[in-house]
């Protein structure tokens, strides 16, 4: 991502309806999200796939993005 102190993640992990309450730890520093998917920093284009996955944006100091599934 161009914009300084953003990334772009993705993930194949579907989304899930069970989200785990999360530390005082977790809460204050954001990590891991809430969701329990595995999200991975991306850095190439994927490789075509069959599979359904999902991306979001970061932006330090902000909210993470809508997440939005990747045709």
Same mark, same amino acid.
């Not at 994927?46 to 902000?62: C, E, I, N, Q, V």
């Given at each position: 991502?161009?914009?300084?102190g953003?990334l772009?993640?993705?993930?194949?992990?579907?989304?899930?309806?069970?989200e785990?309450?999360?530390?005082?730890?977790?809460?204050?520093?954001?990590?891991?999200?809430?969701?329990?998917? $595995?999200?991975?920093?991306?850095?190439?284009?994927?490789?075509?796939?069959?599979?359904?996955?999902?991306?979001?944006?970061?932006?330090?100091?902000?909210?993470?993005?809508? $997440?939005?599934?990747i045709?």
């Open positions: 991502c161009g914009t300084e953003a772009i993640g993705w993930t194949d992990d579907p989304p899930c309806d069970d785990r309450e999360l530390t005082l730890q977790e809460r204050i520093s954001g990590d891991p999200e809430p969701d329990g998917r $595995v999200w991975r920093i991306y850095t190439a284009p994927l490789p075509p796939s069959t599979a359904r996955r999902w991306a979001r944006a970061w932006r330090l100091g902000h909210r993470g993005s809508a $997440v939005v599934e045709p």
